[in-house]
């Protein structure tokens, strides 16, 4: 940026980029804060700071690419995390984080009550900063989900963007500051929607990699979850679990000319992929995780719930990586 700044070309860096805060002023998103953010590559993007510091809708070079629900965007004070709620207030968006004690139904585990998908989104981030720094956006901010007498986890999240590219990488540091061991879930729950997804698309995944349906009615599935159906009237969800591959997935539609790329570091082992063809509920989920998302309770009893020491750090990773085909 600074070498068209010396050849004249560039006035003002907003011809550029954007980067700016602004807040809803009406409807059902009243007084919900937004980051927005453009690049020169060609992306626009919002962040919900009151949201997990998680990322709503995207388009790409005006396209948009994301899964926006029938709810949209609510105000943060009616993103509570209880179950009843959930499903009235689930925005999609291109990054909704679940989190980080549990994922999957909501569920009662010993004397503790843990909403669908856990409480995470409902965090507000603290201490959030925004600059450019070496052509890159950066915007970070802290959440913390913690209980008296209890658990104490602390997310610090960094968020980059080239004001060049057409790229995302979200970094998460989650740490236990609780004198405790501490049990610990992570979901990227990754949402595409129309007109990236449409009969027109499919997904592209390692071909080395296991498969397995979460339900039975997902398993009718199986041969056919890389490709996409016209919307169906009333057709269930289908999820699976693909494992042992590289953390490496595409979304690829060439009516549309549009590449999506998205990778995700080694300390999410497992990519859940929704597949939801209904009316109205159209969407593909690509979702980097570490556990199989069955609640705090069951994945206990599965042997499949990480813990991290009291003190200790784990880096999770994912980038969203866009372009024309």
Known sequence: METLH?????????????????????????????????T??????????????????????????????KNGYDSPAAIAPYEAEFLNTFPGGMLYTCGLRSTGGAHRDGDEWHPLHGRYHSLMAENVCTEVED?????????RETALFGHSLVLRRTIRIPVFGTEITVSDELTNMAHSQEEYALLYHCN????????????????????TPRTPFAATGLGRETTFDAPTPGEEER???????????SLVNEAEHIRMNLTWSDTLPI?????SMASGDYVCGLEPTNCYIMGRKAERENGTLPVLKPFETVKTEVTFHFETI
Request: charged residues 20%; hydrophobic residues 40%; positive net charge.
């Open 6 to 38: 010396k050849s004249g070309y560039l006035c003002h860096p907003q011809q550029v980029y954007t980067l700016r805060r602004v807040t809803v002023a009406e409807g059902k998103a009243k007084n919900t804060a937004i980051i927005e953010v453009s």
């Open 40 to 69: 020169a590559g060609g992306l626009q993007l919002d962040i919900l700071p009151d949201a997990g510091l998680d990322i709503g809708q995207v388009r790409y070079k005006g396209t948009n690419v994301t899964f926006i629900s």
């Open 135 to 143: 052509n890159t956006i950066l915007i970070r901010g802290t959440l």
């Open 192 to 211: 595409f929607g129309y007109p990236l997804v449409s009969e027109k698309a499919h997904v592209e995944l390692p071909e080395n990699r296991k498969t």
């Open 239 to 249: 999820v699976f679990f693909h494992e042992n591959m590289a953390h490496t997935a």
């Open 271 to 275: 990519l859940a992929h929704w597949r």
